[in-house]
């Protein structure tokens, strides 16, 4: 394996261990941000070895004893630091040993849900807490977090630095929270889950259009949130409305890498396992009684296209009307933006195209690629090949995912005609 090669394996392993390495860290060491280094020189002492050495049999485990040596060399300084300041006079030595060993083989539970728990504790600012876990729990680059929030990057990198240093300051414990603690954090969490869930679901940046480790670390994080709170509707409606869209992956992307629209795809790929289940974690949320909220309505909406055998047979009005009720709940131009596609698919692209006026002056959707997207499809379904061209092309302009662009530009070229 060439260098490039050695190098984008360290990167896809750090992506998928780093997560339970900064967590371990943190119960070891209780300092987020102490913790985040740690496991970044592991990182650097793993890309200047490995190179020459090749990638160890378990590199995540070689990583987590690197970074674990790091913690234990960092904890026995601070004890001996402290016993020099007389805090720690009359401890023996074998006590504080005693501890870290403690620290180190107490029971490891889920590391990433705790980590997610005080990435989003109230100390910090929404964004803060969003931004944090990404980075943490998701593994997520500052450049990517910046695009996923359409901020740019220096400001991204502040706002977790600053957050690293909230909880320090702060002295957060490591730990999921209880009773009403547990229920403040718990619609940031999700808001998190759903955020990571997405950048695998579409990558913003990068040759892949889907990440799939990131959908099944989200998955994973949500089914575990479950089973701590199995009787929060949303909780239950974020699942499924994961497990729902997570079906489709195998048939979301051709034979090289492109990618295939829900219309065009072919139903028989989609994994019916993750539709059961998907339908089955709507059925308990709705069950539980009450309105549904924002997840469980998505969730609704998935289960729509899930229960439809063809994309004809799609019930589209249905589709109208839980969309009805997402705007009211949540006043986003995205999801405005996805009730025109819903309205145009049950009353023609006219319908749709009308809606969308509104949204060419919202702030937030200048530079969102895909309001000239849906534009631009709605305006070839009119027959409108020039605009539609013209809209493709900007589409495809603000697109930072290589394979959506391909996609945007092909599409545009249909414009021109053979």
């Known amino acids: 394996m060439g260098s490039d090669g050695v190098r984008k394996a360290i990167e896809a392993i750090w992506r998928i261990e780093s997560a339970r390495i900064v ?33 160890p049999d378990n590199p995540g485990a070689w990583l987590l004893a690197t970074a674990r040596n790091r913690a234990i060399d960092e904890l026995r300084r601070r004890g001996l630091r402290e016993r020099k300041q007389g805090a720690m006079a009359d401890a023996e030595p074998a006590v504080f040993e005693e501890d870290l060993a403690s620290r180190i083989d107490e029971d490891v539970g889920d590391d990433r849900l705790r980590l997610i728990f005080v990435a989003c504790h109230p100390v910090l600012s929404k964004d803060a807490r969003v931004a944090l876990t990404l980075r943490l729990v998701g593994g997520l680059s500052t450049a990517e977090i910046a695009r996923a929030f359409l901020a740019p990057e220096p400001t991204i990198a502040q706002r977790i630095v600053r957050a690293k240093r909230t909880l320090a300051e702060a002295r957060v414990p490591f730990e999921v929270p209880t009773g009403p603690d547990r229920a403040e954090r718990l619609a940031s969490v999700l808001e ?63 034979p090289r890498g492109e990618p295939i629209l829900l219309l065009d795809q072919d139903r028989s790929r989609w994994d019916h396992l993750l539709i059961r289940r998907g339908l089955a974690a709507l059925d308990r949320a709705e069950a539980l009684g009450g309105s549904l ?6 969730a609704a909406i998935g289960a729509c296209h899930a229960r439809a055998r063809s994309a004809d047979q799609t019930d589209w009005a249905r589709i109208v009307a839980l969309y009805d009720g997402l705007v009211e709940l949540t006043g986003s131009p995205v999801v405005e933006l996805n009730r025109a596609v819903a309205v145009s698919m049950a009353f023609g692209p006219a319908a749709g195209l009308e809606l969308l006026e509104p949204l060419a002056s919202e702030p937030s959707m200048q530079r969102y690629h895909l309001l000239p997207s849906v534009r631009g499809d709605l305006l070839m379904k009119l027959g409108r090949f020039e605009e539609a061209r013209a809209e493709l092309e900007r589409a495809a302009f603000l697109a930072s995912n290589a394979k959506e662009r391909a996609l945007l530009l092909a599409r545009a070229k249909a414009c021109r005609g053979p």
């Open 23 to 55: 967590g371990a860290l943190v119960r070891m060491v209780r300092d987020v941000g102490a913790a985040e280094d740690m496991a970044q020189e592991a990182l650097v002492t793993a890309m200047e070895r490995w190179p020459e050495a090749g990638i």
């Open 192 to 254: 998190v889950i759903y955020l990571v869930f997405n950048e695998g679901y579409t990558a913003t940046e990068g040759d892949d259009w889907m990440r799939p480790e990131l959908c099944g670390d989200a998955l994973r994080l949500g089914r575990i949130l479950a089973a701590l709170v199995p009787d929060d509707p949303e909780v239950l409606g974020l699942v499924a409305l994961m497990e729902l869209h997570a079906s489709r992956a195998r048939a979301r992307v051709g």
């Open 293 to 298: 909220g924002p997840y469980a309505l998505q």
